[in-house]
């Protein structure tokens, strides 16, 4: 527009003199325009690079967190059901912080029931991860892309779900499971599952009751070392190999669980609590199945399948096929391939979870569970365990009251400790304060 005005003046002046003035500004205005054009371009550039740049490093921070929380989600998974081997360190019992883990979940009989008592690791999979991530709120407007939005959008879609966390069978939830596949599979995975069962559940609270075809007692021998398959008395072993075996255990076991079912009744609580929960191996497809006698079988199945989880009873069926399971299982576990497949009803919603199967082989479960074998749990204290009589030496657990250091109480002037007064000798032979 300039260069136009120039030569309007020039020409229409007829002045030589105003071409020369003119042209000089004309070039000079329109190199500053481009000029100024050029530096604007530049600075957009430039900040467009400095937010795309503060944006990546934004986004890799975001990352960082996210793959710490997954990493939490993991590591807190294992430590709620730890592999094979932190199970056997856990039996040996050669660090503290791995000897406070054996036995600890409790059903609830001497202290508060453990929300995870009876959740059975199976393997390793993908779960929900247990933090959110929210995309930006702000979409670019239609037919723009931004890649940067989509970033941050692919960012959260691969954060929905975090893998290898431990997978575990809610059997106290679902009552009863059945394990289908090739035989070896299962008899892995149930090997592996029974081992970190009788890792954290104390014998006198969980008792494993197996049923197993005698051509297997090489695959189940190991059983016998775990404290879990006594009975109170160390009399007699929770095991059969036979069907009369199995009929002889099963008879003295199944009136104890009707009477447990009566004595609930129709309106009884949920959250009874029993002496002891039994675990149901049935290792033996036939005993279910076969046509001879099942006065017993018969009955003790359509209890634990129907009731078992209100009378703690809890029941494992194995088989080589799915459609051989009970149709009343609560849940399913499918080994029938590499990947390991876990359907169970949760509320009004089906739950699919694939998982990596834990295998172990019994030379493993063996060595385990002779680990195990020799560890005894300290006798609850009874009543009868009161002191008729205590005197005052033996509240301070002294000999003679020279032996009670009064003296160094009192320049202690711990107030927190001398103020305390013991007052008797509880069961067990604790002082009670």
Same mark, same amino acid.
């Given at each position: ?157 691969? *954060? ?119 675990? *149901? ?62 359907? *169970? ?22 060595? *385990? ?13 009874? =009543? ?14 002294? =000999? ?10 009192? =320049? ?22």
């Amino acid at each position: 527009m300039l260069i136009g005005l120039g030569l309007s003046v020039a020409f229409i002046g007829n002045n030589p003199s105003y071409l020369l003035l003119s042209v000089p500004l004309m070039l000079g205005s329109g190199l500053v325009g481009i000029i100024t054009y050029s530096n604007e371009r530049k600075k957009y550039h430039q900040a467009v690079e400095r937010r795309q740049q503060a944006f990546h490093a934004y986004l890799a921070d975001v990352y960082r967190t996210l793959q710490d929380l997954a990493e939490q989600q993991r590591c807190a998974s294992m430590e709620i059901h730890p592999n094979f081997a932190t199970c056997l360190a856990i039996a040996r019992r050669a660090h503290p912080d791995d000897a406070r883990h054996l036995w600890e979940r409790s059903s609830g009989l001497g202290r508060p029931r453990d929300p995870d008592f009876l959740h059975l690791r199976l393997g390793t999979g993908r779960l929900p991860s247990t933090f959110k991530v929210k995309p930006p709120a702000t979409r670019p407007q239609v037919g723009e892309a931004d890649e940067l939005y989509e970033r941050a959008v692919q960012l959260a879609r691969d *954060f929905q779900h975090v893998d290898n966390v431990a997978i575990a069978l809610p059997l106290s939830q679902v009552g009863s499971a059945g394990l289908a596949g090739p035989r070896s599979s299962v008899l892995d995975t149930t090997r592996a599952l029974l081992v970190y069962t009788a890792t954290l559940h104390p014998p006198n609270e969980v008792k494993i009751v197996a049923l197993f075809p005698n051509r297997e007692r090489h695959e189940w021998e190991w059983l016998r070392w775990l404290p879990h398959v006594w009975d109170d008395e160390r009399k007699r072993r929770y095991l059969a190999t036979s069907p009369d075996q199995a009929q002889q255990m099963l008879t003295e076991l199944f009136p104890l669980l009707q009477k447990r079912a009566l004595s609930r009744g129709s309106f009884a609580d949920d959250k009874t609590t029993f002496p002891q929960t039994y675990l *149901f191996i049935f290792g033996d497809p036939a005993l279910s199945t076969s046509s001879t006698d099942t006065s017993v079988i018969g009955p003790l199945t359509h209890l634990l399948l129907t009731q078992g989880a209100s009378i703690g009873a809890y029941s494992l069926f194995l088989s080589d096929r799915v459609e051989a399971l009970p149709g009343a299982c609560g849940a399913v576990v499918d080994l029938s391939s590499a990947s390991g497949r876990l359907l *169970f009803s949760s509320g009004y919603q089906t739950v699919e979870l694939l998982f990596s199967p834990d295998r172990l082989d019994a030379a493993h479960a063996e060595g *385990f569970a002779r680990t195990l074998a020799p560890v005894r749990l300290k006798p609850m204290a009874a =009543k009868a365990d009161l002191p008729s009589r205590v005197s005052l030496l033996n509240l301070f657990k002294a =000999k003679t009251v020279a032996d009670i250091p009064v003296v160094t109480w009192w =320049k202690q002037r711990d107030s927190h400790r001398s103020l305390e007064v013991p007052l008797g000798i509880e069961a067990g032979g604790e002082s009670c304060i």
